[in-house]
């Protein structure tokens, strides 16, 4: 296993990790409960669609704007850890 061979090659001194800055804990369980919400909404309009066409209208932008909020989140995420991992 030639791969395994030059990993064992590299000296630590020369390596060089960044660690990004993170997110406290209270940011972190924000966003999973907005996406767990935008989650368990947009389910209930299956529900509300029954009652009410303005509570199934309600629920859904609540859930597309809870949708949104949690996925500009995560692109924000993943476009960070792509651009550290570019650095390293």
């Not at 996406?35 to 909404?41: E, F, H, T, Y």
């Not at 009652?51 to 309600?58: D, E, G, L, M, R």
């Amino acid at each position: 296993m030639p791969e395994f061979e030059s990993l064992s090659k590299i000296n630590p001194q020369n390596v060089h990790f960044e660690v990004p800055r993170g997110y406290g804990v209270s940011v972190i369980k924000l966003y999973f409960w907005v996406g767990l919400v935008s989650a368990v909404l947009l389910r209930i309009i299956i529900i509300a669609d029954h009652y009410s066409a303005f509570y199934t209208k309600v629920i859904w932008y609540l859930g597309v704007a809870g949708y949104i909020w949690f996925f500009m989140h995560r692109y924000h995420n993943s476009k960070a850890q792509i651009q550290c991992n570019r650095r390293s």
